[in-house]
């Protein structure tokens, strides 16, 4: 059963970089047609994507973020991870990493994408 | 971007009730649309993929529908451990995009 389990700092200083790892098991990141990816739920708000990665290092990310944010995977160690750069306090919030699955319809001509295994959520403050 | 907005919330209901929420996008989005329920404290989890399809273990009370821009969640008979909040998210094109939640209280 694939499980994702995010990990890094709980506090980090505003203008200092976010650094989260998130460790696949039960399955491999170089699965074809699996896309990880980083979404962040501020204190008592709704879900931000941040971006995602396939395992050949490919990258979405959002405009809203884009100029801070990095993705990169490390196959050899099954995880993925996330820095975001000059923190300030809008980026406290639940950060957590999924599995991007497709699935394709019509003979393969359509491709719906969905988040179907999520981590547990890693929660990071940011505060001097 | 593609703006994603839901109504009701929150939304009142009660044990056996039938219920809907309603996911409306700023733009034609097809069927690019998931369902997400989240409780507190928790990762979400996925329910409904591509408007209508019924993620593998989720009970069959779930159904979602729509295409174009507007969407329907619906809950056949309300369950105790289906008060949570409910998320849309559209993939039609990143970045892909949240509606706000639907909160379903007793």
């Known amino acids: 059963q694939l499980q994702l389990q995010e990990s890094g700092p709980g506090l980090v200083k505003p203008s200092e970089t976010l650094s989260l790892t998130c460790s696949v098991s039960?399955?491999?990141?170089?699965?074809?047609?699996?896309?990880w990816g980083w979404i962040r739920q501020p204190p008592g708000k709704g879900l931000e994507w941040i971006g995602t990665i396939y395992y050949s290092g490919s990258t979405y990310y959002n405009p809203s973020l884009k100029s801070r944010v990095t993705i990169s995977v490390d196959t050899s160690k099954n995880q993925f991870s996330l820095k975001l750069s000059s923190v300030t306090a809008a980026d406290t919030a639940v950060y957590y990493c999924?599995?991007?699955?497709?699935?394709?319809?019509?003979?393969?001509?359509?491709?719906?994408?969905?988040?179907?295994?999520w981590g547990k959520g890693t929660t990071v403050t940011v505060s001097s | 971007d593609i703006q994603m907005t839901q109504s009701p919330s929150p939304l009142s209901a009660s044990v056996g009730d039938r219920v809907t929420i309603s996911c409306r996008a700023s733009q034609s989005i097809s069927s690019y649309l998931n369902w997400y329920q989240q409780k507190p404290g928790k990762a979400p989890d996925l329910l409904i993929y591509a408007a209508s399809r019924l993620q593998s273990g989720v009970p069959s009370r779930f159904s979602g529908s729509g295409s174009g821009t507007d969407f329907t969640l619906t809950i056949s008979s309300l369950q105790p451990e289906d008060f949570a909040t409910y998320y849309c998210q559209q993939s039609y094109s990143t970045p892909y995009t949240f509606g706000q939640g639907t909160k379903l209280e007793i």
């Open positions: 999924a599995r991007r699955n497709t699935y394709s319809s019509s003979g393969g001509y359509y491709f719906y994408y969905y988040m179907d295994v």
């Open positions: 039960g399955g491999s990141i170089g699965s074809s047609g699996h896309y």
